[in-house]
């Protein structure tokens, strides 16, 4: 189970995206791409609904990368640049995709988790990423049927973001984390390989 991390204490809103591309890539281990992950990692409105804590040091972000994003079968750096030149691209976010454990010897379903820097929250960072994650993985995994999210009930933001990338709001599942000593009411969202069939592709973010 991943969580959703955009938070609900936003601050004024910024831009909308216009000719920025979002685009997405796998982690390294450099300097730079730890430094861009503490820029949301350290921030305590971000990790608000998170299971860990806001980090203090970027050696923090660097083991993390290392143990933990560079093994995982899908990991991305979520990358904003200008007419999508990749040379200009700023890492302000990340997103993971989690395939569940296996039933009955068989794959089917995945869950994603997504976090974004607070600077670039409300300008449909995440719900682009989503939207490109979706796709990817869809398309990597051939047994993929089901892809599902979670978002906690006082996390609004969140919630927005799943359903403006085309998942269904199943319903609330009640005390079903602990999260940072507390049980959690969360909403349960999810998008299934019919369902993008019979989505309308979209020319534009909302």
């Given at each position: 189970m991943e969580l959703q991390q955009v938070g609900s204490?936003?601050?004024a809103a910024g831009p909308e995206l216009d000719e920025d591309v979002i685009?997405?890539?796998e982690f390294t281990p450099s300097d730079a791409d730890a430094e861009a992950f503490m820029s949301w990692a350290s921030d305590p409105l971000v990790a608000r609904f998170q299971r860990r804590d806001a980090y203090e040091h970027a050696d923090q972000a660097r083991r993390y990368i290392a143990d933990h994003v560079l093994p995982h079968p899908w990991y991305r750096a979520i990358?904003?640049?200008p007419h999508g030149d990749a040379g200009d691209a700023a890492v302000v976010g990340s997103i993971s995709v989690k395939p569940a454990a296996a039933e009955d010897g068989r794959l089917f379903r995945a869950s994603v988790g997504y976090r974004v820097d607070r600077a670039h929250w409300d300008r449909g960072v995440a719900t682009r990423a989503v939207r490109l994650a979706a796709e990817d993985v869809f398309a990597a995994w051939p047994w993929l049927m089901r892809l599902e999210a979670v978002a906690d009930v006082e996390n609004p933001a969140s919630q927005r973001v799943l359903e403006k990338a085309g998942f269904v709001?199943?319903?609330v599942l009640r005390k079903y984390i602990v999260l940072k000593g507390r049980t959690r009411d969360m909403v349960m969202f999810s998008l299934?390989?019919?369902d993008r069939r019979q989505q309308p592709v979209e020319s534009?973010?909302?």
């Open positions: 204490d936003r601050p685009t997405l890539r990358c904003l640049g709001r199943e319903g299934v390989d019919t534009g973010e909302p």
